[in-house]
């Protein structure tokens, strides 16, 4: 059974940065593709970065492009993402999703399986 856990969020000031984890369980974690999503409160979920297998290439949504960047600890079965120069719309819940089939389908992945969530606000 896959088992993804996020951690990380927190509140913090506008411009300010934040380091996402995703421990991951429960399958072989070095391949297939990873992604971080999010939901903001009255939107849809969107996707915000994904790496392929063993740490690249990545993908990154518009909005986030130069300042998050997504990695993955294949040693250690964790996906990171660093936020840095975060902003008021980045305020969502951010959500670690793997790759299975049938599941929402990004960057050429179907991303299957996901964690709880881990929150992140930002405040001006």
């Known amino acids: 059974q896959v088992q993804l856990v996020e951690s990380g969020g927190d509140s913090v000031q506008a411009g300010g940065s934040l380091r996402l984890s995703c421990a991951a369980s429960?399958?072989?974690?070095?391949?297939?593709?990873m992604g971080w999503f999010r939901q903001a409160p009255g939107k849809k979920r969107e996707g915000v970065a994904s790496?392929?297998?063993?740490?690249?290439?990545?993908y990154y949504a518009d909005l986030v492009k130069g300042r998050f960047t997504i990695t993955r600890d294949n040693t250690n079965n964790t996906l990171y993402l660093q936020m840095n120069n975060l902003k008021l719309d980045d305020t969502a819940m951010y959500y670690c999703?793997?790759?299975?089939?049938?599941?929402?389908?990004?960057?050429?992945?179907?991303?299957?399986?996901w964690g709880r969530g881990t929150q992140v606000s930002v405040f001006s």
């Open positions: 999703a793997s790759e299975g089939h049938g599941g929402t389908s990004m960057w050429g992945c179907s991303f299957a399986y």
């Open positions: 790496i392929r297998d063993g740490g690249g290439p990545t």
């Open positions: 429960g399958y072989s974690y070095s391949t297939g593709c």
